[in-house]
């Protein structure tokens, strides 16, 4: 019979152990986002998200001087990069600048090609769609409509 009650107060200790640990935790301020309602802002500067252009404060226009080393250094040939030569402008004008992002293995061999710093990592973490072709990003297009 001494076997059933200590076992009562072992069990009974247990649990004011445990209620303790929960009400302790329950002071605590809340460190967990609820994720589909809740969005953060905080990405670690090493996020790697897609590529995209970067603007010349300068000027406004891109940095992109349309050499296609970022094109050939990519080991998964998922960006495009077209240019024309135009009357009365210095260098190439670039025309298209796309990149497949279903086929892209987010290795930086393009970042690190360009030498003119003309690319960059986005921080962009939300990604997602239901067709492959909304994956397929006009790089170009998207630095204008940010303004």
Not at 2 to 28: C, H
Not at 45 to 52: A, L, V
Request: aromatic share 8%; net charge positive.
């Amino acid at each position: 019979m001494s076997g059933y009650f200590s076992e009562i107060l072992t069990g009974g200790k247990s649990l004011l152990v445990g209620l303790g640990v929960t009400f302790k935790a329950m002071l605590q301020p809340v460190v967990t986002v609820q994720y589909p309602r809740e969005k953060t802002d905080v990405t670690s500067s090493n996020y790697r998200g897609h590529i995209e252009l970067v603007r010349n404060p300068e000027t406004g226009s891109f940095k992109c001087i349309a050499c296609g080393l970022c094109a050939k250094a990519c080991p998964s040939e998922c960006i495009t990069v077209k240019s024309e030569k135009r009357e009365g402008v210095k260098g190439k004008v670039l025309t298209v600048f796309q990149l497949d992002f279903t086929k892209c293995s987010l290795c930086g061999s393009c970042v690190e090609a360009c030498n003119k710093g003309a690319i960059r990592f986005s921080q962009d973490y939300n990604i997602a769609g239901f067709t492959k072709e909304e994956f397929h990003y006009d790089l170009l297009k998207r630095l204008e409509e940010m303004g």
